[in-house]
Antibody
Framework: EVQLVESGGGLVQPGGSLKVSCGASGFTFSGFDIHWVRQASGKGLEWVGRIRSKTNSYATAYAASVKGRFTISRDDSKNTAYLQMNSLKTEDTAVYYC?????????????WGQGTLVTVSS | SYVLTQPPSVSVAPGKTAWITCGGRNIGSKTVHWFQKKPGQAPVLVIF???DRPSGIPERFSGSNSGNTATLTISRVEAGDEADYYC???????????FGGGTKLTVL
């Protein structure tokens, strides 16, 4: 059974940092790109960024709203992806989801994690 | 960047048909996916590649895509279908996915 499990969310002050994780099981993690998508309370889904597979040189890309502040990485030996969030702003408060993608742009996000809540507040 | 426009809300009586639209410039030339999102739950893929249903999704869910509008159709709507629905495409110019703003489906 394919599973994605996010962890590491919590309360952080504005300007602070937090690193959340996405643990995977039930599929060949190394063969998939991992994307992060967030949803603020009462808002829609917003793409945050992605890291490609080793085949595509672990290339990363980010939404303009987080570029320069967020970094995505992965450890295929641990079947885990990470989202390092620095210089956090109150508007970064959201549930953060990881989802897998096979790397072909037209393909869907077929499995998602349950999400982890990140709250940025003083 | 590419913009997808969805109506904020759609209401339908049980047993009737709901149509949720997703507008975008020449969206018919793109591949559209649809997700169901309930509070506190992960998004669920309900339609992919415009018209295909993942295993486990009822046949009541169907999709179409032409011109400037993609449509998610839910036939014989049930109370359990009440959720937010999001369309998604890949923006080739920016090389990243784009989501519509979401449509809240209310079952009367």
């Amino acid at each position: 059974e394919v599973q994605l499990v996010e962890s590491g969310g919590g309360l952080v002050q504005p300007g602070g940092s937090l690193k959340v994780s996405c643990g995977a099981s039930g599929f060949t993690f190394s063969g998939f790109d991992i994307h992060w998508v967030r949803q603020a309370s009462g808002k829609g889904l917003e793409w945050v960024g992605r890291i490609r597979s080793k085949t595509n040189s672990y290339a990363t890309a980010y939404a303009a709203s987080v570029k320069g502040r967020f970094t995505i990485s992965r450890d295929d030996s641990k079947n885990t992806a990470y989202l390092q969030m620095n210089s956090l702003k109150t508007e970064d408060t959201a549930v953060y989801y990881c989802t897998r993608h096979n790397g072909y742009s037209s393909s869907p996000f077929d499995f998602w994690g349950q999400g982890t809540l990140v709250t940025v507040s003083s | 960047s590419y913009v997808l426009t969805q109506p904020p809300s759609v209401s339908v009586a049980p047993g009737k048909t709901a149509w949720i639209t997703c507008g975008g410039r020449n969206i018919g030339s793109k591949t559209v996916h649809w997700f169901q999102k309930k509070p506190g739950q992960a998004p669920v893929l309900v339609i992919f590649y415009d018209t295909d249903r993942p295993s486990g999704i009822p046949e009541r869910f169907s999709g179409s895509n032409s011109g400037n509008t993609a449509t998610l159709t839910i036939s014989r709507v049930e109370a359990g279908d009440e959720a937010d629905y999001y369309c998604q495409v890949w923006d080739s110019d920016s090389d990243h996915p784009v989501f519509g703003g979401g449509t809240k489906l209310t079952v009367l």
